[in-house]
Antibody
Framework: EVQLVESGGGLVQPGGSLRLSCAAS????????IDWVRQAPGKGLEWVAHIRDKVYSYSTEYAASVKGRFTISRDDSKNSVYLQMNSLKTEDTAVYYC???????????WGQGTLVTVSS | IQLTQSPSSLSASVGDRVTITCRASQGISTYLAWYQQKPGKAPKLLIY???TLQSGVPSRFSGSGSGTDFTLTISSLQPEDFATYYCQYFASFPITFGQGTRLEIK
């Protein structure tokens, strides 16, 4: 069974940093592309970041709203993806989901999400 | 690519046939997916490449369209279908989502 489990969310002050983790199991993780998607309270879904596999040199993509502040990375030996979030703003408050690119131009598996609250 | 869903909300009864529309700001072939999200839960993939039903999704869900206009149809609403639905474009970056359609019980 495909499983994605996020962790690392919490309360942080504006300007602070936080690192989210996504632990994967049940599939060939090293061959997969993984994304982060967020959802602000009561709002819709917003794509955040994407990381490819070793074949594509772990290349990355970012939404304009987070580029230069967030960094996505992965450790295939730990079947994990990370999202390092720096210079956090109040508007970054959201539930952050990791999701698997199913290879069919869609996300076929999602984690349960982790809540990040940026507030003083 | 911007995606605009209509309506933003919809009230319907069990057994009704419901259609949700997603319009892209430019042609996107069939690179469109649909998701269902229930309160407090992660989104669930329903349909990819505009009309292909994800494994395990009931056949009352169907998708159609290509280019700029797409539809998600639920042929006969069931109580568990009341949720928010999102369309998504994925063929290039940035990946974008529609603003969502909230389907409520009448």
């Amino acid at each position: 069974e495909v499983q994605l489990v996020e962790s690392g969310g919490g309360l942080v002050q504006p300007g602070g940093s936080l690192r989210l983790s996504c632990a994967a199991s049940g599939f060939a993780f090293s061959d997969s592309y993984i994304d982060w998607v967020r959802q602000a309270p009561g709002k819709g879904l917003e794509w955040v970041a994407h990381i490819r596999d070793k074949v594509y040199s772990y290349s990355t993509e970012y939404a304009a709203s987070v580029k230069g502040r967030f960094t996505i990375s992965r450790d295939d030996s730990k079947n994990s993806v990370y999202l390092q979030m720096n210079s956090l703003k109040t508007e970054d408050t959201a539930v952050y989901y990791c999701a698997r690119d199913g290879g069919k131009w869609s996300f076929d598996s999602w984690g349960q999400g982790t809540l990040v609250t940026v507030s003083s | 690519i911007q995606l605009t869903q209509s309506p933003s909300s919809l009230s319907a009864s069990v057994g009704d046939r419901v259609t949700i529309t997603c319009r892209a700001s430019q042609g996107i072939s069939t690179y469109l997916a649909w998701y269902q999200q229930k309160p407090g839960k992660a989104p669930k993939l329903l349909i990819y490449t505009a009309s292909t039903l994800q494994s395990g999704v009931p056949s009352r869900f169907s998708g159609s369209g290509s280019g700029t206009d797409f539809t998600l149809t639920i042929s006969s609403l069931q109580p568990e279908d009341f949720a928010t639905y999102y369309c998504q474009y994925f063929a290039s970056f940035p990946i974008t989502f529609g603003q969502g359609t909230r389907l409520e019980i009448k």
